[in-house]
């Protein structure tokens, strides 16, 4: 994979939302800017300019000058922390970014001579806050424009993206969709909960919330559970699981593989419960 380094704009008044501390604002129990960072978990350096807070990754903090001074500005100042060839420059306001569209912005950003690759939303606008960059034509139109403006303050972004040459990558529906209103917040916190995200939302967040880096395969566990319930009783079953994570932590490696083989273990008990249970009626 692409080394890389990130920079996270956290900056801005935030007027929409009523001048809240909008990096700091939560969907599913997560600081925008921690789901953020998640995203880029794998960068090499995270700059992130804006105010100091407390997060769930390390990173390198910054600010802008002046402060205020709009994107450009915090970009100019991002930039100047990084080393990498290849920089993921990002917002900090994205609930739904995942690690599968950072990926495909490198692969489209690092393939020919082209300038970078940034995301197009479903409205076929461009998002130059998510958008993976070549460093030395970023460095070299940012120093341009600071030349011909006087300063970086207060420039439209627009004017970088202008001036490269991007490639265009279709990401999914969500993976730009960013919280500027307190609509905005209400509709992701709402989304996160539909049948179809909301176990993977919450297993996520528990990863986050206890330092976990650890593939957990949902199906083995939810299957385990209701083995468990039906062949023992109804408790049994989230004492059982917690048991299987406790023993995948003595195990040596303590891993997915650790998991999935205490998981068999205790779900093949639980069905010889059941058949003894089946044996035992009349």
């Not at 100091?52 to 500005?73: D, K, M, S």
Request: charged share 25%; proline share 4%.
């Amino acid at each position: 994979m692409t080394v890389y380094d990130a920079i996270v704009l956290a900056g801005g008044a935030a007027k929409r939302l009523g001048g809240a501390d909008k990096p700091a604002v939560q969907v599913g129990g997560r600081a925008l800017l921690d789901r953020v960072l998640g995203a880029c978990a794998d960068a090499a350096v995270t700059v992130v300019v804006g105010g100091r807070r407390p997060t769930l990754h390390a990173v390198t903090w910054t600010r802008e000058e002046p402060q205020g001074g709009g994107p450009l500005a915090a970009l100019g100042a991002g930039v100047r922390q990084t080393t990498a060839e290849h920089v993921l420059v990002l917002s900090a306001d994205l609930p739904f970014l995942g690690q599968s569209t950072v990926k495909a912005l490198l692969a489209a950003a690092g393939h020919g001579e082209r300038d970078g690759a940034l995301c197009v939303d479903e409205d076929g606008r461009d998002q130059p806050l998510v958008a993976v960059y070549r460093a030395e034509p970023l460095r070299r139109e940012l120093a341009l424009l600071a030349t011909e403006h006087g300063s970086l303050a207060g420039l439209p972004l627009r004017l970088l993206a202008h001036e490269l040459d991007l490639a265009r990558v279709e990401a999914g529906p969500l993976a730009s969709f960013d919280c500027d209103t307190w609509e905005d917040i209400a509709a992701a916190r709402a989304r996160i909960r539909e049948h179809g995200t909301v176990l993977d939302e919450w297993i996520t967040a528990v990863k986050n919330e206890l330092g976990i880096e650890l593939d957990v395969d949902t199906g083995v566990l939810l299957d385990l559970a209701r083995d468990a319930a039906h062949g023992v009783a109804r408790p049994a079953a989230p004492l059982t699981t917690f048991l299987v994570g406790y023993a995948a932590a003595k195990a040596s490696d303590g891993g997915a593989e650790a998991v999935a083989e205490a998981a068999r273990k205790a779900t093949a008990l639980a069905l010889r419960w059941a058949d003894e249970a089946e044996t035992e009626r009349p």
